[in-house]
């Protein structure tokens, strides 16, 4: 059993307090005490002593029913099956410098994130996690389908959280990996965002590696192919100038297809690119709902189901027949 509002129960004593009271306690009531005695003697004379206890009684006893009615009674469960199907979907989220060029509108992470976001919207039953990554990775979110929670998460991804700069692919698929491996049983999905600029370390030997754990890699490029300058930004994010290199010279940052690619090939995945051209978004999320959905989780839960009614009714009924008992003394026909 349970109650949907369990603060009301703390009415219930002073209710039981005065109705245990009265059950121990109770005395013919003096209703007038200051009254003339021959005023007194002549009105109690009337008065129906026990019709008056009952009433007093069911008036209590009523009211005790409004109590527990307004704190909602819950039981009388029934139990439902549930069973959910989608994929465990990672994001590993690139978030270097490169990641600011403005060649894609407003800027490649912001696009990134604006795509992401949608996609997102659009998943139904998938685990979604999130890892951020440049010269280190690290787990940002983990596995959940609270898609609130990650979109706020998304939100907050810029290329400012690792102070380790880089664009170290190997990292981001190894912990991806970490997160994912130890459930055998669902099927298992890596979503690799970056501009593949300035790559470190054995990217395809862990995507090789993701795929042999049945772990498919997609990777999304994010850039044009022309490239783009790199803003610096100061503390207030105002664009003060552009990277460049030791020369002076302003630094193109270019997309990287071909390691992106050899990633998705690898990995058994696909490659996509977010461009300024259309919402990316749109593919990503055909190419999930294609996949082959495997049950993630199937419970038996309780739902309990509301039953105040029979309780006001009873209230109903105390209180009509309180009001409605004679405490008077009939008097008798001659």
């Known amino acids: 059993m349970n109650f949907s509002s369990p603060y009301f129960l703390f009415f219930l ?6 109705f245990l009271r009265d059950f121990l306690f109770y005395e013919n009531t003096d209703f007038f005490p200051k009254g003339n005695h021959k005023t007194k003697e002549m009105s109690y004379a009337n008065i129906n002593y026990t019709n008056h206890k009952i ?23 029934k139990v439902k099956k549930v ?27 912001e696009k990134a994130k604006y795509e992401i976001g949608k996609l997102i919207q659009g998943l139904k039953g998938d685990r979604v996690s999130l890892i951020v990554f440049a010269g280190t990775s690290h787990l940002y ?25 880089g664009t170290s692919l190997s990292s981001a ?26 790559h470190e370390g054995n990217a395809i030997e862990f995507s090789n590696q993701a795929n042999e754990l049945g772990i498919d890699i997609h ?20 664009d003060e100038d552009y990277k460049r290199d030791k020369k002076g010279k302003l630094i193109t940052s270019v997309l990287n297809k071909k390691i992106l690619k050899d990633i998705a090939a690898a990995g058994n995945g696909y490659y996509f690119q977010f461009s300024n051209e259309g919402h990316s978004h749109l593919d990503l ?41 004679p405490t008077r003394k009939m008097e008798k026909i001659k």
């Open 83 to 109: 069973e959910r199907q989608g994929v465990d979907l990672v994001i590993a989220f690139d978030t270097s410098t490169s990641m600011d060029a403005i060649d894609v509108k407003p800027s490649r992470i």
């Open 141 to 165: 979110l983990p596995l959940t389908t609270d898609y609130e929670a990650a979109q706020l998460f998304l939100s907050a991804i810029d290329t400012k959280m690792i102070p380790n700069q």
């Open 219 to 238: 990777t999304i490029g994010i850039g044009s192919d022309l490239g783009g300058l790199v803003p610096i930004r100061s503390v207030n994010n105002d």
């Open 285 to 325: 999320n055909n190419a999930i709902d294609a996949m082959d959905k495997r049950k993630i989780n199937s419970y038996e839960y309780s739902e309990y189901e509301d039953r105040y009614q029979p309780l006001t009714l009873f209230s109903f009924i105390f209180f009509m027949v309180s009001f409605l008992l």
């Open 55 to 77: 009433s007093r009684y069911l008036f209590l006893i009523g009211t005790i029913c409004l109590i527990l009615s307004i704190a909602g009674p819950q039981f009388g469960s």
């Open 173 to 198: 698929i190894e912990k991806a990996i970490e997160t994912v491996k130890k459930d055998q049983n669902k099927y298992k999905v890596v979503l690799l965002i970056s501009d593949g600029e300035d």
């Open 13 to 18: 004593i002073p209710a039981l307090v005065i």
